[in-house]
T-cell receptor
C-alpha cells in the first residue's frame, strides 16, 4: 500500500458524459501527478499540481482539467468523453518537486467509456 | 524532449534463472533519475529500483540490480533467481532533476515459467 488513495476504482460511463476522478496523496506529500495508461501501453503524464498550484502540463486534452484543493487532494475532470478515453488513470504523489523525486502511485481508476 | 525506449515487448525466463531487461533513453540533461517500475496483473505501479545519474555505482535491491551506462544512455534491469511473482509488466522511466513528470517506456512483459 503506497498511501495514495484513488476513488472510484472502476467507472463505466457513456460517450459525451463527464466524470470526476479523485486522488488523496500520501500524508505530507504536496505534489500530485496524474497519468493516463491506455491498454497495454506505458503511462503518459497529464498534469502536476504542487501545493494547490498547477506546476506542469503534459499531454492533457483540453476536455480534461484538474485541480488540487487546500487539503491537498486532487480531482481530474474528464468531459465530453470519447471511446478513446477508456484507460487506467493513475495518481501519484511526492513530497516535493526537488528534495525527493520518488513518486508513489495510487491503485488507479479504470475508466470505461461505452 | 526525453524519450525512453524498451525494445523487448515480451520476455520469458525459467524460475530461478536470471533475466535482463533493456532500456535506453535520450536526453541532453546531465542530472536525472532513472526508475524501473513493476506492474503486476493487479495494475498497481510498484517501484523496483531507482538510479541517480550522478552516482557511478549501480543500484541494487535484493535480487534486482541495474547496469547503468551513462555515456551509452542505457539502463538495464537484471533480475536474479527469478520467481513466479516477478511475472509482470516492467516499465523503465526517466525524470529530470527538479523534474515535473516521468517519461515511461512502452514496457516489457515478463513471464516467469515454473
Amino acid at each position: 500500500d503506497s498511501g495514495v488513495t484513488q476513488t472510484p476504482k472502476h467507472l463505466i460511463t457513456a460517450t459525451g458524459q463527464r466524470v470526476t476522478l479523485r486522488c488523496s496523496p500520501r500524508s505530507g506529500d504536496l505534489s500530485v501527478y496524474w497519468y493516463q495508461q491506455s491498454l497495454d501501453q506505458g503511462l503518459q503524464f497529464l498534469i502536476q499540481y504542487y501545493n494547490g498550484e498547477e506546476r506542469a502540463k503534459g499531454n492533457i486534452l483540453e476536455r480534461f482539467s484538474a485541480q488540487q484543493f487546500p487539503d491537498l487532494h486532487s480531482e481530474l475532470n474528464l468531459s465530453s468523453l470519447e471511446l478513446g478515453d477508456s484507460a487506467l488513470y493513475f495518481c501519484a504523489s511526492s513530497v516535493s518537486v526537488a528534495e525527493d523525486n520518488e513518486q508513489f502511485f495510487g491503485p488507479g481508476t479504470r475508466l470505461t467509456v461505452l | 524532449a526525453q524519450t525512453v525506449t524498451q525494445s523487448q515487448p515480451e520476455m520469458s525466463v525459467q524460475e530461478a534463472e536470471t533475466v535482463t531487461l533493456s532500456c535506453t533513453y535520450d536526453t541532453s540533461e546531465n542530472n536525472y533519475y532513472l526508475f524501473w517500475y513493476k506492474q503486476p496483473p493487479s495494475r498497481q505501479m510498484i517501484l523496483v529500483i531507482r538510479q541517480e545519474a550522478y552516482k557511478q555505482q549501480n543500484a541494487t535491491e535484493n535480487r534486482f540490480s541495474v547496469n547503468f551506462q551513462k555515456a551509452a544512455k542505457s539502463f538495464s534491469l537484471k533480475i536474479s533467481d527469478s520467481q513466479l511473482g516477478d511475472t509482470a509488466m516492467y516499465f523503465c522511466a526517466f525524470m529530470k532533476q527538479l523534474g515535473n513528470d516521468m517519461r515511461f517506456g512502452a514496457g516489457t512483459r515478463l513471464t516467469v515459467k515454473p
